[in-house]
Each structure stands twice: as C-alpha cells, then as structure tokens.
C-alpha cells in the first residue's frame, strides 16, 4: 500500500537558519511526489510537484528514489515561511487519489 | 466558479444527528476528492469522483459516511447518526481531466468544519 511518513509533526527554526522537512514515501511503482502548504486561516495549495524540479518561495525538493525520500529544504528560512507543509503521493500519469502524509508544522522565529 | 466552494463553513450538531456537507468544485474538472483533517491525524483520504462515478471509496470510514456527485459537478457528502469522533474539518478538491495540463494537481476548498457535540 502506497504510504507517506512526515516523521516530524513541530519544526522550530530561527529565521535565516536552513529547514529541511522530511518526507520517506513507500510506493512500488513510479510515484509522482507533492508538497502542499497550509499558512495560518488560508485554504491548502501547491506548493511545488517533483516533475516540475522548481524552486518556489526559495524552497527545492528533490526525489531521492534509492532512499523513497522527497525532503523539503529551503536554505535560508524565513518568518513568512511559517505554516503546515504535507508530503503528497500519487501514482504517476495516473487518475486516482493522492496520499497525504500526516503534516509538519514549521515555525520559524525572528 | 473561481474556486472551489464548501458549505457549511462551520457545523455544529448533535451526537446522532445527519449531516450533509455540499462540495461545488471549479467548473469543468472531473475529478473530486473529499479529504478529513483531523489534529494528529493530517490528511485523511475519504473518497474520489471520476464524473459521476466513485473509483475509489476505501476512505469512509464506516457505512455511517456516504457521498454522491451529480452532473459531474456538485458532491454531496453525508454522514449519518454522527459520533463525536467526527469532528473534524472535511476539505474538497477538484483537478482537471486527466489527460489535461495540471492533471493531478488539486485545488482544495476552505473547508467545512464540523463539531459533534
């Protein structure tokens, strides 16, 4: 069964300090990987996808398939970048449900 | 519409009552996803809509949980005789067809917030 493990529900930071949320997926097929982001009173979005190998908002993930993992980095955090962040999976080029992991909170302090 | 819409925002019911949470997605998408998202609990997958037709409904919980989509578009999620453990926020999202630009890529609603009490 198709899995997402965050295993890290609260991450503190001081702003201007690297930030990596974790994210290890388990998946036998070619999986396509998410992380989506929920700031404080807002609705939950993209923030980026593996296939498009973008930085948004400073943040880069990259897909590691020998270690199933798919970590969140940005190297320089900042106090907007506080908020809940969810790992995403889904079967590649494929209709169905995605897979959500169960959240990490950032909090980046000034 | 612009996005996609939920309602209730909020609900606030009694132990053993039904529910029904409306979900109108964006115009035109064909897929749509009820999530739950519960403290402790992240993002639990509830059931999925191809048009009309549910593929995937290995989320409900419990024969208490049912939901339908109509005219490919507004999806009605219900919950019979609630329990406290229902508490929770119920979050829709709609994507494209499959075949299109942005495929997989979900947009979600504000949510409906639901408290059994």
């Known amino acids: 069964a198709q899995r997402v493990t965050q295993p890290e529900k609260l991450l503190s930071v001081f702003k201007g300090a690297p930030v990596e949320l974790k994210c290890n997926y388990s998946y036998s097929g070619s999986p396509e990987l998410f992380w989506y982001v929920q700031y404080s009173r807002q609705r939950l979005q993209l923030l980026l996808r593996h296939i498009s190998r973008e930085s948004i908002k400073g943040f880069t993930a990259d897909l590691n398939k020998g270690e199933t993992s798919f970590h969140l980095k940005k190297p320089f955090a900042q106090e907007e970048d506080s908020a809940m962040y969810y790992c995403?999976?889904?079967?590649?080029?494929?209709?169905?449900?995605?897979?959500f992991g169960q959240g990490t909170e950032l909090s980046v302090k000034p | 519409g612009a996005g996609v819409s939920q309602s209730p925002s909020n609900k606030v019911t009694e132990k053993g009552k039904d529910v029904e949470l409306r979900c109108d997605p964006i115009?035109?998408?064909?897929?749509l996803y009820w999530y739950r998202q519960s403290l402790g609990q992240g993002l639990e997958f509830l059931i999925y809509f191809q048009g009309n037709s549910a593929p995937d409904k290995s989320g409900l919980p419990s024969d208490r949980f049912s939901a339908e989509r109509t005219g490919g578009s507004v999806s009605t999620l219900t919950i019979q005789r609630t329990q406290q453990e229902d508490s929770a926020v119920y979050l829709c999202?709609?994507?494209?067809?499959?075949?299109?630009?942005?495929?997989?890529?979900?947009?979600f609603g504000a949510g409906s917030r639901l408290t059994v009490l």
């Open positions: 995403a999976l889904r079967e590649y080029n494929q209709g169905g449900k995605l897979i």
């Open positions: 999202a709609s994507s494209p067809d499959r075949l299109s630009v942005g495929a997989n890529v979900l947009t």
């Open positions: 115009s035109g998408h064909t897929a």
